[in-house]
């Protein structure tokens, strides 16, 4: 089978791996890719928001299954055009992954289904905004209603910066439109995981837990960024917890889009917040597609053939498929360049990858980088993900940073305490 993958990170790098051993696939294409997939897959030199270029090489060379792994082209209604041209594509429609792409939709939707989320109230201007915001307090978060890149959520301590925050996204338009509508909601505390689950319109199959590492220093401080590691599994996603997640999140989500006649079909993950000792678990966020760097701690551990649990959601026989997963523990550290998630740069020599191949469970997957005058240089902000398996939680931390030291490039940054508060759970 001929299978193209839509994106260029971390992520895409570990869904091409995964799906590359599998034996049904004859040719793999990712668009537009980075240099580190060239081992496994032909990168193909076609944006993931070019929807026309897509289709078109997806006709020339006659691609069988189109995977996505970012949200954008999902929320611009990729699914749907490609079904509608009778290529099979695996993701949510348009309609499905306004779960993602509206905080509004998504909110809403959980207070008509009565799954446990922050207080919250929407807003579509500044005075109501900043009067809530007087009369709740802080500390108090602001979303913007659309997609802006993970950088739409301010969580404000002071009301001078939730003041500030209302400004720059209602007066200043920051995000443009993105940001006409925002959400005001209750600060949770607690500790964050991210809970995933694969559905085919009527079945939801739970993939295993993870937890990923959001601020860009250590002790969980600073900005955040994309995610500056994971580890799978997160000790505190129970088996208990699990169950009551598939029957009181995942399952009601499931059914309502299918009353609504938009059936779900693809990876629906839902950011939790958990705290055993008050309110138990409530959903942050949900998101329509795998998470970044969290596919790279979880595919790893799938004994699946990853493409055979893909099929089998698109055509609707997920029942049929019992998902299978080593009884491992799965690291990963995010390398990126000095400043993000602010400014950095790029163009740096990447030595040492050689000597992390030889090593026995560990991967790399590649984010920015890029193939120049013969050698590989960074070209983003995450440059790569190294990831690690071992029996156990320290196993597998000493694995992946073991491969870490490895590896140098000019502007080298990572966080040195990845999987330090599982550990500690575990310890
Ligand atoms: P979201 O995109 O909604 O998941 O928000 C991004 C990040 O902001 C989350 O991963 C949390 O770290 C933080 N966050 C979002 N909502 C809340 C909340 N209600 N209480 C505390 N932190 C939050
Ligand atoms: N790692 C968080 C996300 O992919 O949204």
């Known amino acids: 089978m001929k299978v193209l993958i839509v994106g260029s ?20 294409y990712v668009a537009p890719g980075n240099a580190g997939m060239e081992d496994v897959a032909q990168c193909v030199d076609i944006a993931a928001k070019d929807q026309e270029g897509l289709l ?9 299954l189109v995977v996505v792994g970012p949200e954008g082209p999902l929320t611009e209604g990729i699914v749907d055009r490609f079904e509608k041209e009778g290529i099979k594509i ?18 809403q939707m959980m207070r008509k289904l009565s799954i446990p989320t922050a207080e919250f109230e929407v807003f579509e201007s500044v005075d109501p905004a900043m009067d809530y ?9 602001i979303k913007v209603d659309g997609l802006a890149g993970g950088k739409g959520v301010v969580v404000a301590t002071s009301k001078p910066k939730a003041m500030e925050t209302i400004h720059k996204d209602m007066v200043k338009k920051v995000f443009g439109k993105a940001g006409e509508k925002i959400v005001i909601e209750e600060a949770l505390d607690g500790e964050e995981a991210s809970v995933i689950a694969l559905t085919d319109g009527t079945t939801a199959r739970l993939l295993v837990s993870s937890q990923d590492h959001k601020r860009v220093s ?10 500056m590691g994971a580890y799978s599994p997160a000790p505190v996603v129970t088996e208990e917890l699990e169950k009551e997640l598939l029957e009181k999140v995942f399952m009601p989500i499931v059914n309502e889009f299918k009353n609504l006649g938009h059936p779900f079909k693809g990876f629906l993950y839902a950011g939790m917040m958990i705290n055993p000792k008050t309110y138990g678990f409530k959903v942050l966020e949900f998101n329509v597609r795998l998470g970044d760097p969290e596919a790279q701690v979880i595919l790893p551990r799938l ?11 698109i055509e609707e026989r997920l029942s049929s498929v019992d998902l299978k997963w080593k009884n491992e523990n799965c690291v990963c550290v995010v390398l990126t360049s000095e400043g ?14 050689s000597s992390v191949k030889e090593l026995p469970n560990v991967h790399v997957f590649h984010a920015g980088t890029k193939r120049q005058n013969g050698g590989l240089v960074t070209a983003g902000g995450r440059v790569l993900n190294v990831v690690g398996l071992g029996r156990g939680i320290f196993e597998a931390l000493s694995r992946t940073y073991e491969a870490v030291e490895k590896i140098f490039f000019d502007n080298m940054y990572y966080r040195k305490d990845i999987g330090h508060k599982a550990a500690k759970v575990l310890r």
């Open 133 to 141: 915001v007087a009369k709740k307090g802080v500390p108090i978060v």
């Open 340 to 353: 993000y998630p602010e400014e950095y740069e790029v163009g740096k020599r990447i030595a040492g990858l």
């Open 303 to 313: 004994e699946n053939d990853f493409l055979e649990v893909i099929l089998a959601t």
């Open 9 to 28: 990170g971390g992520r895409e790098h570990a869904i091409a791996w995964k799906l590359s051993k599998s034996p049904k696939l004859t040719k793999l």
């Open 90 to 107: 695996f993701g949510p429609s348009r309609f499905a992954a306004q779960l993602e792409g509206s905080k509004i939709f998504s909110k």
């Open 218 to 227: 250590e002790g969980d401080k600073g900005p955040n960024t994309g995610g």
């Open 56 to 64: 078109k090489f997806c006709k020339r060379e006659s691609v069988e």
